[in-house]
C-alpha cells in the first residue's frame, strides 16, 4: 500500500490523503522497489510538471505563459546568434480557433527542445554548452509545453463536455534512477494497450523522444521515413516514478474510442509494425490502481475531482513504511533555484565532457 498526502498549494494547512493498491504484475513489484528507494533518499519531487488538464488550475494560461517566455529569453540570451527562438507566447498564440491546442505552436516549441536537448542517448551540443540557468530552462521548454496544451485541452471540454475532462497526476522526480526494461515488464502493452481507467497509476515514459501514437497525431500519419523515425524512441527504461489517470476511462467496451484508434493502429500497420509486438512500446503500462472509495469517501468523479483540485500539490509520499516530506512548494520564491541546486552535479558532468570532446 503506497499513501499520498496532497495539500493546497495556496493554504499549506489543508491536507488530503489518498491511496494506492500496487498491481500483481513483475513492473508493479519492480517499481514499488524503485519508488521506496527514491522516497528512502528524499529525491527532490518536481511539482512544477505534476497535476496536468485540471482546468481550474492556479497554473493558468497567462502563468504558464508568462513562465515559458521568461525561459526563452534566457535561452535566447545564452545562444545569442548561434540559436533563438522568435516566438513570443500568450493564449492567443496557443489556443486555436476551435479552442484546442495550437499544434503548430506547440510542435514547433517541441522541435526546439529536441533540438536543444536532444535525446537521452545522445544529448545535442547546444544542451552541453549551456549554463546550470540555461539547462534548467531548456527542460521547462518540454514541461510547459505538454502543461499547456493539457490544460487548453480541458478547459475547452469543461465548457464543451464537462464528463470528458482529463486530468492527470504526472509524478516525477530530479535525478530519478532508471533501470532497464525486461520482457516481463513490456506484457501490459499487450494486454492494455492505450486503454486508460480513472484512477489508475501507469508507468511514467521516463525519457525523451516521441512515440509512434504522438507522431501520428502531431505530423498527420506521415510515412515514417529514416528522418521521421529518430525522433521515435521506444521505451528502454522503468523508474520509482508514475503517472494516475484522473480522466473517465476509455477503453475496448467504447465503440467510438475503436473507431478513433483504428487509423492509427491501420497507419501502423501500412507501415509494417505490428501494434501487439511489445518492443515497438504501444500503448500504457498499469502498475497500481487507487483505491477510490477509501481514499475519498467516493467513486464519483466530479466529486473527486472537485477535491483533488483544492489539493494540487504532493506533501509527502509513504511507502512501505518509509516517508518522504516535500515541504516545498511550485509558487515558492525560492522554488526554481531549489531545482536547479539539486541538477547542479548533472549539468558540471554534462559540461565537462562536452568540454573534454570539443
Not at 83 to 109: M, Q, R, S, W
Not at 145 to 150: G, I, R, T, V
Not at 221 to 236: R, Y
Request: include cysteine; hydrophobic fraction near 35%; charged fraction near 20%.
Amino acid at each position: 500500500m503506497i499513501k499520498i498526502t496532497l495539500r493546497d498549494p495556496l493554504d499549506k494547512s489543508k491536507l488530503l490523503p489518498y491511496y494506492i493498491q500496487p498491481a500483481e504484475n513483475q513492473l508493479a513489484t519492480d517499481w514499488v522497489q524503485a519508488l521506496e528507494n527514491i522516497v528512502d533518499r528524499n529525491l527532490l519531487l518536481e511539482k512544477n510538471f505534476c497535476f496536468l488538464g485540471f482546468p481550474n488550475s492556479a497554473r493558468s494560461l497567462e502563468y504558464l505563459c508568462k513562465q515559458l517566455n521568461l525561459h526563452v529569453t534566457r535561452i535566447n540570451r545564452f545562444f545569442g546568434s548561434h540559436y533563438a527562438i522568435n516566438e513570443i507566447y500568450n493564449p492567443k498564440l496557443c489556443v486555436a480557433e476551435d479552442l484546442g491546442p495550437n499544434h503548430e505552436t506547440f510542435n514547433a516549441l517541441h522541435n526546439h527542445f529536441e533540438r536543444l536537448q536532444g535525446t537521452v542517448d545522445n544529448l545535442s551540443n547546444f544542451y552541453r554548452a549551456a549554463n546550470d540557468i540555461t539547462k534548467y530552462s531548456i527542460r521547462q521548454l518540454n514541461n510547459i509545453c505538454h502543461e499547456l496544451e493539457s490544460l487548453i485541452l480541458s478547459q475547452r471540454k469543461q465548457h464543451t463536455t464537462p464528463d470528458w475532462v482529463r486530468p492527470s497526476q504526472i509524478t516525477t522526480w530530479l535525478t530519478a534512477p532508471r533501470h532497464e526494461l525486461i520482457d516481463a515488464h513490456r506484457q501490459g502493452f499487450i494486454t492494455n494497450g492505450y486503454q486508460r481507467h480513472f484512477g489508475t497509476v501507469y508507468m511514467h515514459w521516463c525519457q525523451i523522444g516521441k512515440t509512434y501514437f504522438e507522431v501520428w497525431r502531431d505530423e498527420h500519419a506521415p510515412e515514417l521515413t529514416d528522418t521521421v523515425c529518430e525522433a521515435i524512441t521506444h521505451l528502454k527504461y522503468y523508474s520509482g516514478e508514475f503517472d494516475i489517470e484522473w480522466g473517465r476511462s476509455v477503453d475496448n467496451a467504447l465503440g467510438w474510442w475503436q473507431q478513433e484508434m483504428k487509423p492509427f493502429y491501420d497507419w501502423l500497420a501500412a507501415q509494417g509494425i505490428n501494434y501487439l509486438d511489445p518492443k515497438f512500446s504501444i500503448g500504457h503500462l498499469p502498475i497500481g490502481k487507487v483505491l477510490l472509495e477509501e481514499s475519498f469517501g467516493t467513486t464519483d468523479q466530479q466529486e473527486i475531482w472537485q477535491q483533488l483540485e483544492q489539493h494540487l500539490d504532493i506533501y509527502s509520499i509513504e511507502v512501505n513504511g518509509k516517508t518522504a516530506v516535500y515541504d516545498y512548494v511550485w509558487s515558492d520564491p525560492t522554488y526554481e533555484r531549489l531545482q536547479i541546486d539539486m541538477l547542479r552535479p548533472g549539468y558540471r558532468y554534462q559540461s565537462r565532457i562536452h568540454n573534454e570532446l570539443a
